[in-house]
């Protein structure tokens, strides 16, 4: 079935740097496109931007550029997400998740990785 | 890129139906049919409970249904149960590939 597992709670100072991951299983990892998005306490579900799983290719949404990086290892069937210069605003869960090749939703979800920035 | 404009509550008695909006712009929501639907409960991971506006997932009840007119896309809720109450994401696909969410919609079941 598929899975997607993601790394557990952070805690990091303001500027400082975050990196989360999401190991997937269960289905041709190369075929995918995977997704980041977000949720801050009390806040909705925020859009960071995408990995082709296949062939690395990234795309961010504007507000998130200059700041993250998103990466995948084939090897291993994990995605990546790196933020840097951490705000107190930064804390919030994160998720992973996959689209459909030639689909434009998200089918299945990590389960979250819940980030905090405190000093 | 906003996010797309939800109301902040919806709430209905069991066995009634609600009606959830989700507005956006001739850029997103209005500019093709990419728009899904999510129910999140605190917590836990959304599901998927609809997409390309009106398509159900195997396995998601048929009392949702989903909708759009313009750059308003719209779920309902029918039957109205219980296990209903969570929080209600629409999405859309925006034309540069990037994708937006609405502000979220919380159902309660009076």
């Known amino acids: 079935q598929v899975q997607l597992v993601q790394s557990g709670a952070e805690v990091r100072e303001p500027g400082a740097s975050v990196k989360v991951s999401c190991k997937a299983s269960g289905y041709t990892f190369t075929n995918y496109f995977m997704h980041w998005m977000r949720q801050a306490p009390g806040q909705g579900l925020e859009y960071m931007g995408l990995?082709?799983?296949?062939?690395?290719?990234?795309l961010y949404a504007q507000k998130f550029q200059g700041r993250v990086t998103m990466t995948r290892d084939t090897s291993t069937s994990a995605i990546y997400l790196e933020l840097s210069s951490l705000g107190l605003d930064d804390t919030a869960v994160y998720y992973c998740?996959?689209?459909?090749?030639?689909?434009?939703?998200?089918?299945?979800w990590g389960q979250g990785t819940l980030v905090t920035v405190s000093s | 890129q906003s996010a797309l404009t939800q109301s902040a509550s919806v709430s209905g008695s069991p066995g009634q139906s609600i009606t959830i909006s989700c507005t956006g712009t001739?850029?997103?929501?209005?500019?093709?049919?990419?728009v899904s639907w999510y129910q999140h409960y605190a917590g836990k991971a959304p599901k998927l409970l609809i997409f390309d506006v009106s398509k159900r997932p195997s396995g998601v009840s048929d009392r949702f249904s989903g909708s759009k007119s313009g750059n308003t896309a719209s779920l309902t809720i029918s039957g109205l149960q219980t296990e209903d109450e969570a929080d209600y994401y629409c999405?859309?696909?925006?034309?540069?590939?990037?994708?937006?969410f609405g502000t979220g919609t919380n159902v309660a079941v009076l």
């Open positions: 990995v082709e799983a296949g062939n690395g290719n990234t």
């Open positions: 998740a996959r689209e459909p090749p030639r689909q434009c939703f998200f089918d299945y």
């Open positions: 001739s850029s997103d929501v209005g500019s093709d049919n990419f």
């Open positions: 999405c859309s696909r925006a034309r540069d590939g990037t994708y937006v």
